[in-house]
């Protein structure tokens, strides 16, 4: 999740053809799959690590002190490339024309990637830095596929309303219905993230399981949406945009876009912004690291893994360049008192009670059918 990628969100940057041609690419894989032995775990019984590694994963990964701090360890030499999309991971890994050893996709995308065979079960023995994980992030339904660890979280986030408190109050902000308040009209600015919008007013709506929202379900949550255009003041691309508008006070809110990433950045800025969490409840995001079937480095992706979730690269990717929340609990004890609280950690475990994990939609297409219609409406 970044700036320019994962919290760009967009998750559904596929036309329907791509949409069928990724379904038929699954079930291709899948068959594949099925005459493999899925019991082997990705684990490093080789100590020697080889490489370049290959990672595909969203900005922030890429920084320039985490890639030289792995080198440094390992002598193994990394390959990032940017992600533009949950769905993008999926077709690249699928495509192969680029053999990828990690990837980065949502915890909520770890079924589809291992039902489709292109990723390997995880032997967590081997990642010492787990030890330091935030209990509530090991072994997360989320995480797993067939009773195994398929992926290891790195970056989470929470969504909820982030605004200026002289313009709204913290109880109007407390109910999710403010986003459709006729004050707010062309003030509220939303980022190009469809399952995050669409799952956060089917919750409101009052839907259980909002992902499995199709037919009149689905139509019920898109006419929601379409009553809040009046209030949008744009549909941002990317995440760096919204946060400009909050900060010079074009916008009064922003509705998701990693709420507390955008709380934190705009304050950084001088902004005096809040965050809150409707009483309906909000939504949480978690990236993820992935270990590819078939890569012929496994003790070098492990390593990746292991480094990558240790505290001393969290604490960079925490108060590096993009500044989310991740999943190491040490870090708080890297990081000053101030940094802290201008991250958000000293209210993290409350914003996150409040929510629940968004999930990607079983209907993506007819999903996507629905963003779409969102956006020409």
Not at 17 to 40: E, I, K, P
Not at 58 to 67: F, K, Q, R
């Amino acid at each position: 999740m970044s700036d320019n990628a994962h919290k760009t969100a967009k998750t559904f940057n596929l036309s329907r053809r791509d949409f069928l041609r990724h379904g038929a690419n699954a079930a291709m894989f899948a068959a594949v799959a099925s005459q493999v032995d899925f019991s082997r775990a990705a684990f490093a019984n080789e100590q020697k690590l080889t490489g370049p590694l290959n990672v595909l994963a969203w900005a922030g990964y890429n920084d320039p002190e985490l890639m030289k701090g792995f080198t440094e360890l390992t002598g193994v030499e990394l390959n990032v490339k940017e992600a533009e999309s949950n769905g993008a991971q999926l077709s690249l890994v699928q495509a192969g024309s680029v053999k990828f050893d990690v990837i980065n996709p949502d915890a909520v995308w770890t079924s589809k990637f291992a039902e489709a065979g292109l990723t390997l079960p995880i032997d967590t023995t081997q990642l010492s830095s787990l030890e330091e994980t935030i209990p509530m992030f090991l072994n997360r339904p989320e995480t797993m596929f067939d009773n195994k660890v398929y992926a290891i979280p790195t970056r989470f986030g929470v969504n909820g309303f982030v605004y200026w408190p002289d313009k709204i109050s913290a109880a109007a902000a407390g109910d999710a219905e403010l986003a459709w308040d006729a004050s707010l009209k062309n003030r509220v600015e939303i980022i190009d993230w469809p399952e995050l919008y669409l799952w956060m007013t089917g919750q409101w709506l009052g839907a259980k399981a909002p992902e499995t929202a199709t037919g009149e379900d689905l139509q019920k949550i898109l006419d929601k949406m379409i009553a809040f255009r009046p209030n949008m003041r744009a549909l941002q691309a990317d995440m760096g945009t919204v946060k400009t508008d909050l900060a010079n006070r074009e916008a009064w809110m922003v509705w998701g876009s990693s709420s507390d990433n955008v709380r934190t950045t705009a304050r950084l800025a001088g902004a005096n912004v809040e965050l809150t969490i409707p009483k309906q409840g909000g939504a949480m995001w978690m990236e993820t690291l992935q270990i590819v079937r078939g890569t012929e480095h496994l003790a070098s992706a492990l390593a990746y893994v292991n480094y990558m979730t240790s505290a001393k690269a969290m604490k960079q990717m925490a108060w590096g360049a993009d500044k989310f929340a991740v999943t190491n609990g040490k870090v708080k004890d890297l990081l000053s008192a101030e940094q802290v609280k201008a991250l958000g950690l000293d209210m993290m475990e409350e914003w996150v009670s409040k929510c629940k994990m968004s999930l990607a939609p079983v209907d993506d297409m007819a999903w996507a059918d629905a963003w779409q219609t969102f956006k020409t409406s």
